[in-house]
């Protein structure tokens, strides 16, 4: 039994490990994005494979869990939300990525008006991350329902951040090739709050033992 907690505890160990370099990721590329620097933004691309190792190193451990000791209740669910926060980390980074490599496609031109609210809609999704995270770590309820009340707040502004483009595109198309990069950041930043917001459930169902997927302004007590 004691080894079994010490494997329990060097899984989420991994976890923290690839979850802090996802963060890392997701704030690099904005960054990188809003100081026009493409050498910054190729970093983070590269720093993508330690992720992926990451993904596949984390799923083999809570496999082999899963198998060889055959958990019951608490045990059982931590184990099974490591599982989906490994596969959403893992989407994040990916994602973070595709940040990266608009950042280098959009360095060498001027930034729009359009991009003050991707970079406000950037720190609401870097924020529901840093919470969700958090929630995880210190097997919060309270940060975790949170994040979950902050997904619409995102998802108002992506919609407000994607019209005020496509009118931009639809307007005039001597920025279009930049636009759509734009767009696909704003849809790229709206899936990250998603996996944050599925990491929240999943820091639920561990803590609570309650599924919260697909219900819509869920706060659980």
Request: net charge negative; glycine share 4%.
């Amino acid at each position: 039994m004691l080894r079994f907690e010490e494997e329990l505890n060097e899984l989420q160990s991994h976890l923290l490990e690839m979850a802090g370099l996802v963060e890392s990721a997701i704030r690099g590329s904005i960054r990188a994005l809003s100081d026009h620097d493409a050498i910054a933004a190729r970093k983070i691309m590269a720093g993508d494979a330690r992720i992926n190792d990451l993904e596949i190193e984390n799923d083999d451990m809570a496999t082999r869990l899963l198998v060889l000791n055959q958990p019951v209740a608490r045990d059982l669910r931590f184990i099974t939300a490591a599982l989906k926060i490994n596969n959403d980390l893992e989407r994040m980074g990916d994602l973070a990525t595709d940040i990266a490599e608009r950042a280098v496609s959009l360095a060498n031109g001027p930034l729009f008006d359009t991009a003050l609210d991707i970079l406000q809609l950037a720190q609401l999704v870097e924020d529901m991350v840093s919470k969700s995270l958090q929630a995880f770590l210190q097997k919060d309820e309270d940060l975790a329902n949170t994040v979950l009340t902050s997904k619409e707040l995102v998802e108002d502004l992506k919609n407000t951040t994607y019209q005020r483009l496509v009118s931009a595109i639809e307007a005039t198309r001597a920025n279009a090739v930049q636009d759509v990069d734009l767009i696909f950041i704003v849809h790229n930043l709206e899936r990250i709050a998603g996996h944050a917001a599925n990491i929240a459930a999943d820091v639920l169902f561990f803590v609570k033992g309650i599924d919260v997927r697909h219900r819509a302004h869920v706060h659980v007590s």
